[in-house]
């Protein structure tokens, strides 16, 4: 079974640009999360979706913030414009139904300069 | 909303020591409670979780016991090895409701010492 999925890897953008990140959960599960996780922390929860509606999204900065999921099954998450304080791994996971096992994708590690 | 404490912040033993990572969480609708390790630079992994239903869970060398009284539960680690030097987090969440985010502890950097 092929896991979660995320693009790119990596990305270094100064202050003030704009950043998306990619990902594609496990084929047939519907409940998405991003995360984000600051070095030496553990994961916060950005955003939550169930298929293509949202869940929670209490803590994500919606004033730069913005994510969808479209259709159901891919996402994207993204940044406009990116802080200093941005700077960060970007963890995206799924699970088969809203508060199921999660499995984590690599991650985006982020650095904002 | 939930508020996950996890001790202690850093472990070092030597191998085949045992080792227990110990958190609390604060809402008692909470139902169900993973472990994930991750290694530097990797993803976290689920490595075993247990519900609010089951008061311990084993797997090989690892265990979870959850006391929901007291609202704490906790990661044994037997026979420990060199390859399980990691960070763990625990976390908490009402799986199957509209709050079923996961909250993580702050994580529990484990050092097995050959």
């Known amino acids: 079974e092929a896991g979660v999925a995320q693009s790119p890897r990596y990305k270094i953008i100064e202050k003030r640009q704009s950043v998306a990140f990619w990902c594609n959960p496990i084929s047939g599960h519907a409940t998405l999360y991003w995360y984000q996780q600051i070095l030496g922390q553990g994961p916060k929860l950005l955003i939550q979706f169930q298929n293509n509606g949202v869940v929670d999204d209490s803590q994500l900065p919606k004033d730069r913030f913005s994510a969808e999921r479209l259709k159901g099954v891919d996402s994207t998450l993204k940044i406009q414009p990116a802080k200093l304080e941005d700077s960060a791994v970007y963890l995206c996971?799924?699970?088969?139904?809203?508060?199921?096992?999660?499995?984590f994708g690599p991650g985006t590690r982020l650095t904002v300069t | 909303g939930e508020n996950v404490e996890q001790h202690p912040s850093t472990l070092s033993v030597q191998e085949g020591d045992s080792a227990v990572i110990k958190c609390t969480y604060s809402d008692s609708a909470s139902n169900y409670f993973p472990w994930y390790k991750q290694e530097l630079g990797k993803r976290p992994q689920l490595i075993i979780d247990i519900r609010s239903n089951v008061g311990e869970k084993k797997d090989q060398r690892i265990a979870v016991t959850l006391n929901k009284t007291a609202k704490h539960f906790s990661l044994h680690i037997t026979e420990t090895q060199p390859e399980d030097s990691a960070v763990y987090f625990c976390a908490a969440s009402q799986a199957g409701t509209s709050y079923g985010k996961l909250t993580f502890g702050q994580g529990t950097i484990l050092t097995v010492h050959p």
């Open positions: 996971a799924s699970s088969l139904d809203n508060g199921g096992k999660q499995y």
